[in-house]
């Protein structure tokens, strides 16, 4: 999955963990299941720990639109 | 016959435009500039851009012209049967000896000409459809960049700032600085979400400015930045002044902020509630699938404890062993333990196979079998001289009659002497 976003990463993590509490899966899939929610679930807190503040402007130049430190 | 005008010196003889003129100047300066009530009828707005209509109350009327150029400061449009105050001077017309009211400012009477203005607008939007819901788009509920039209100096990027951040460290913040009072705000807001809208790259817009006079948030209830929001195709959040302000953008936007304040905290989540949430799934996910191993771990150990691993206490024993460490690792690396408890369970089975009846006969024993009833002999007790008995083998089976017994055989023989 190329550029997965977080929005998406934390929709799939919420379907797998309701999938795995309903216990309709065999135990494979169990296993697949928790591990790809265990690293989505890894993903977004990477996601949200990523702590850096950007205020730009945007500003339209002879190159059009651009944006500037603020 | 004559005498009626007897007293009229004939010297004073006018001409028309003496007269008009004469008329005009008695008009013109003694009635001064005033503001003037009445009710608009007649009103025709002509192609040259003037507006003509008649002021009238319950018994007369006046006819009034408002000129192009006066027309331009008018910011609510006037109709028939409207309550007016119109602040202007009587002109005479004098070329056709007619006088009107030349009207220089137009008021709504009794409500305030931008609440009229707001209404009529508000009205003309609706109707058009501008404020439907099926036109409004979903605010994305991750934001990665937030776009920002308002003032540069204001409170509200100040407060949208703080709240941003708070509640989001990392989300970026694009501001298209812009004027938002004042002639031309209304412009340069429409152009900021038109540029945002080109430009493309923030997921979503806020726009608005903090609190003010009715007049001071009057560029939030023009035309421009009304259609300009409902063009955008990003979704916008509209954040105007206080609570209780509502203005035209607040009702095409996609979400009505009250403050901008607000519109952070409607723009973002909350990091460390998200943070939270993600940990509870975390837990969710790990409870679920602990309490699946424990019921295949106890659905194993029933099978362990079955009549058929009974009879091979030591097998049992290495294969508890076995199952134990495969359990074990079952909880550290779950992929792994599910070929590993396959391959085990593999090798279980075959060992049962070997405990079979069949296989022990294949290695030189035979059943020996009554022939009246069946009952499996095991001790030489059981039967007696002169019965007849059915022996199996491995491949095929003899019927037999007893010849004599013996109370002991000779494995038995062999293990008792050598004690």
Known sequence: MAEKTFEEAMEKL?????????????????????????????????KLNQVEQKLKKLVKSENGLEEQVF | MFDEFSDITGDAIYTVSQLNQEIKMLLETTIPTIWLEGEISNLKFHSSGHVYFSLKDKDSQIPAVMWRSRKANLVFTPQDGMKVLALGRVAVFHKRGYYQFDVMKLRPAGVGELQMAFEQLKKKLSSEGLFDQTHKKMIPRFPRRIGIVTSPTGAAIRDLYQVLNRRFPGVEIVLYPVKVQGEGAAEEIAQGIDLFNEYGKVDVLIVGRGGGSLEDLWAFNEEAVARAIFRSRIPVISAVGHEIDFTISDFVADLRAPTPSAAAELAVPDREELLNRIHHLRQRMQQTSLRRLQFERDRLSRLVGSYSFRRAPDLLREHKLRLDDLLNSMERGMVHRISMLKNRMLSLEQRLQTLSPMHVLKRGYAICQKSNGGKIVRKSEEISPGEAVKLLFHRGGAAAVIEAIQEKNSLEKISQESK
């Open chain 1, 14 to 46: 919420e379907k797998i963990v309701s999938e795995l509490e309903t216990g309709d899966l065999s135990l494979d899939e169990t296993v697949r299941k928790f591990e790809e929610g265990m690293k989505l679930a890894d993903f977004c807190s990477e």
